[in-house]
């Protein structure tokens, strides 16, 4: 079984819709990251978060501790924003990030 | 704004072949990652390496595999004796502090694709 789950695996919206990417997790962890991954492969963080809600434009992110689970939502999507979602986690008492499978988002104008 | 760099950008090797490959972390940043991602697959842990030694690897980081900071700003992935198994994107990853009780973010490299044939 994956530590980390991510739904859906696609996600195909038009141009402005409110996107929403789950993550859960059945481990103990110290911290989430959020990462995107555009199609040149390169990885860019852009949350990390260990409890409560984080935002950065139209971005935002939170998590819930107890029930193992974390959102990203963006508002007013854009094509721009077409590119592979990745949870990851940081096992309690360890030093390795592990990933999910990743959403891979595409935005049609 | 600082970056994590990483050279060369494509590796294309043949297999029994050495490779090395070669990162740059944030020059402010203590904590040094390896991860790589098969076409396709989730990215994977590889090692982590705190003041000069290994301070976690995974099952893929077997023998074949080693790491080494030379110069204080350079940060590399050795791989021995390369199998076609071993294609696949290597990111290099760095943090300010350590990853263990309070964790910091990870910024993470553009990536080696390596290609082994």
Redesign the interface.
Known sequence: KNEVEQSPQNLTAQEGEFITINCSYSVGI??L?W?QQHP??????LF?L?SGKKKHGRLIATINIQEKHSSLHITASHPRDSAVY?C?V?LG??????????TKLTVNP | EPEVTQTPSHQVTQMGQEVILRCVPISNHL?F?W?R?ILG?????LV?F?NNEI??K?EIFDDQFSVERPDGSNFTLKIRSTKLEDSA?Y?CASSVG????V?????????T?LTVT
């Open positions: 110290s911290a990251h990462l040149g492969g390169g990885i860019v963080s990390m260990s990745i990851a940081w008492g360890s030093e390795k990030l592990v990933f999910g499978k990743g | 904590y990652y991860y991602q697959q989730k990215v994977e842990f982590s705190y301070s976690e995974s994107m990111f350590p990853g263990q009780g964790t910091y973010e990870q910024y993470f490299g553009p990536g694709r």
